[in-house]
């Protein structure tokens, strides 16, 4: 059985005083949760935020990470940086990193690698922008991202990554896929794994949704056979519609 999963990502929202107290709410609201729980917060939060929830069930990602190991890179943050904070996760190929800080398939298979060599994992997003969908290129759109970007990795690398479609047209729009809509896109992400790695990785691959997904949308969307979580931006910044998210997990 693959994992199930709800992670939140905050992108660039919250203070680290603010940033802390949600953390601490959602400490004492996840107590028992029947999916795996990841919180991506910013690079500054990082440490506490993972002190405040050692030996909980909620596990920590940055939101990005540096495509180089070390050096003089100014203003970076390294995958071993991130690693070494007690975060166990990292966001990679967010369709804001792809479209404003102009992040290539080069760019982010480096991202990849050094995460994976750093112990994190990776949850690699993909997705069509609006024109491409209604062009109805959202299949070799995707195909494209995950070439360039994952099919390089061997299995067993590959078996550490959490795929995320997000079409970019949802989100933070409040314009969700359908679940229609999300369940074909999985199952076709799902096919491409299993004829590039075999239908075992495949099975075990874990497929979020994101794009406005929230906490009355969760349920229908969670539904369907291939949709096996979400990555959630906006409601995951209010405790108490996350928590409901993670129970219609
Ligand atoms: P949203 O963001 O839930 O606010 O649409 C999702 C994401 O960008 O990960």
């Known amino acids: 059985m693959r994992t199930k ?52 069930p909620i ?4 939101e990005n990470c540096a ?20 975060a166990q996760y990292c966001i990679i190929g967010h369709s804001e990193r792809r479209a404003y800080y102009h992040e290539t398939y080069d760019i982010l298979r480096e991202k990849v690698l050094l995460a994976l060599q750093n112990n994190l994992k990776p949850i ?26 994952v099919f390089n990795l061997s299995a067993e690398e590959f078996g550490k990554i959490t795929l995320a479609y997000e079409p970019v047209w949802a989100i933070g729009t409040g314009l969700t896929a359908t679940p229609e809509q999300a369940q074909q896109m999985h199952a076709y992400i799902r096919s491409l794994v299993a004829a ?37 931006g906006g409601a995951s910044l209010i405790a108490e519609k996350f928590c409901s998210i993670i129970a219609a997990r």
């Open 196 to 232: 590039k790695y075999g239908q075992t990785v495949a099975d075990e691959t874990t497929i979020l949704y994101g794009g406005s997904c929230n906490e009355k949308n969760a349920k229908e969307l969670f539904a369907n056979p291939d949709v096996d979580g979400g990555l959630i």
């Open 124 to 149: 690699f997003c993909i997705g069509e922008v609006k024109e491409e969908r209604e062009a109805g290129r959202q299949n070799e759109v995707v195909k494209a991202q995950l070439e360039g970007s």
């Open 67 to 86: 495509d180089k190991e070390k050096g003089a890179f100014t203003g970076e943050v390294s995958a071993e940086m991130i690693a070494s904070t007690g």
């Open 5 to 56: 999963m709800v992670a939140g990502n905050w992108k660039m929202n919250k203070n680290l005083q603010e940033g802390l107290a949600l953390a601490a709410e959602l400490k004492q609201q996840v107590t028992n949760p029947t999916c795996t729980v990841v919180i991506g917060t910013p690079f500054i939060h990082l440490a506490p935020v993972c002190e405040l929830l050692k030996n909980t």
């Open 59 to 62: 596990a920590v990602a940055a």
